[in-house]
């Protein structure tokens, strides 16, 4: 803020030196007043684009990473997550939320919220990480990535929690320690266990009412995701689990390299603005406006059209209005370069021509995006995989996935529900698949040049 307030005297300080000087040299000719006034005046009455931009982009990203959209209701009030986070000892129930627990589940520390002393004590060993009152501290200090503490007005009790799109799609550089650093938005929580943070709360009873199931089925269901994992189907369809038995959970995906790109989720469920809303209201509870009459087809969504997610209106709608700023800053949000030397240069330069070649799998991952140019669906068996999770979407199909910064999350596996754990066996189904009869060495400089992009 003062920085700024500075910097600005001095924009002025120069401004007017700089108007003085053009006088002088003009001979004060009315030509040089009008040429130095009508810039000023003009900023006046109208910001840049460019300013505007920036405004936008601050403020989309403020919602990404601070916005709750008043989920505190479902959180904190209907799940009473908060309660859990806290422990009986600090008037909560059961044994409380140590930041041990917290790390351990995936939740991310901002180390950039963490006073010099904090920072200190910490490296020193000085702070007890076994204490959830250590983790209400943490809340307070608003430095847990994505989940926000609703403290009562003398900051003694911790009242409710909610949560922001950043506890799913951010994480941190662990720049300070394991799970502790500087943010990193956009990057998938591959660590991050919803299921077991949602499992922490000790009032499951409303999710087995929408589900109509009961507690103990949901425990299980929770149970099963595992980190990096959420099953935003689940509360549309209330299939948990595949025919094989496994969770019907998917991988977090990034949000970073979307701009240019059409259809979005895995089974390209819409727009990007579309699937925000959607998650905002439907997922994570906030309080907002939402239509898709899609969901009123009980023979696919039953769980959903029971509860006419495709028709939520509220009073008080805390998403809609913020919809173009978080998109604006969505779109900014460009894939990271892969660090030099994290793959072999001349072996991605003979993957890229296989890549765009007899590989063919440049005829649906397109560059620049890596999805196709226009509708970016394809059939199951186009890529030779099972529609399990296909079929939980509107068309039964598979979106073309975005490969811009593959290399940043491969922990998870590849594939929607990471049934790949590397790239060589992406590769290697594709060449069985394509019939490609790629060898050994085509096939790892693929793999080369997909951790180059
Ligand atoms: C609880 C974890 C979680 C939260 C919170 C969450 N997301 Fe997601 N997000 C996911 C998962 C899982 C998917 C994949 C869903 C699918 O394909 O069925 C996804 C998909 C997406 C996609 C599509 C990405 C692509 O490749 O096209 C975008 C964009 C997105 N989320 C943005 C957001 C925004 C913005 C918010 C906050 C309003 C948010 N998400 C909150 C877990 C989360
Ligand atoms: C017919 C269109 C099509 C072709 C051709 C194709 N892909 Fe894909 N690709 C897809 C779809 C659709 C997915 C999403 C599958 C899923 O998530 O279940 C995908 C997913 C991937 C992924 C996983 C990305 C992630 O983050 O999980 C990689 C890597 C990939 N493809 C690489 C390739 C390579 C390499 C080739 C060529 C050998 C290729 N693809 C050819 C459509 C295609």
Known sequence: ????????????????????????????????????????????????????????????????????????????????????????????????????????????????????????????????????????????????????????????????????????????????????????????????????????????????????????????????????????ELFMDGKAFRPDGKTGATLIPPAYGLAGVNLHTFEGWGSVPYWNAFVAILEMHGQGNFTDARLDNAAKFPVAARNHFGHVRTTHDRVTRKLPALHFYQMALHAPRPPSGSFDAKKAALGKKLFEGKATCASCHVKPT?????????????????????????DGLYRTTPLRGVWAHGKGGYYHDGRYPTLGAVVEHYNSCFNLNLSAGEQSDIVEYLKSL
């Open 370 to 394: 890596f999805t196709d140019p226009g509708w970016n669906m394809h059939a199951p068996q186009e890529i030779c995989t099972d529609s399990f999770q296909a079929d939980r979407g509107p």
């Open 1 to 232: 803020m003062s920085g700024r307030h500075v910097r600005g005297k001095v924009i002025a300080r120069l401004k007017r030196l700089f108007y003085a000087a053009a006088l002088v040299s003009l001979g004060g000719a009315v030509f040089s007043l009008a040429a130095v006034s009508k810039p000023a005046a003009r900023h006046h009455t109208a910001p840049s684009k460019e300013k505007q931009a920036t405004a936008m982009f601050r403020h989309g990203r403020s919602i990404f990473r601070n916005d709750t959209f008043g989920d505190e209701a479902f959180w904190g009030g209907t799940l009473q997550l908060h309660k859990a986070i806290e422990g009986a000892k600090n008037g909560g129930v059961g044994g409380g939320v140590s930041p041990k627990t917290a790390l351990a589940v995936g939740l991310k520390v901002d180390v950039t919220r963490l006073p010099k002393a904090v920072k200190k004590a910490l490296a020193a060993g000085k702070v007890n990480l076994d204490d959830p009152a250590t983790t209400l501290a943490l809340l307070k200090l608003d430095a847990v990535v994505g989940l926000k503490g609703r403290f009562t007005q003398n900051g003694k009790q911790l009242k409710s929690v909610g949560i922001t799109c950043a506890i799913c799609h951010s994480t941190v550089n662990n720049s300070f320690a394991p799970g502790i650093g500087k943010r990193l938005d956009g990057w998938p929580n591959r660590d991050l266990n919803v299921g077991a943070i949602i499992g922490l709360s000790p009032n499951l009873q409303p999710v087995a009412d929408v589900l109509g199931a009961d507690v103990d089925t949901v425990k299980k269901v929770l149970a099963s995701w595992g980190p990096g994992k959420f099953d935003a």
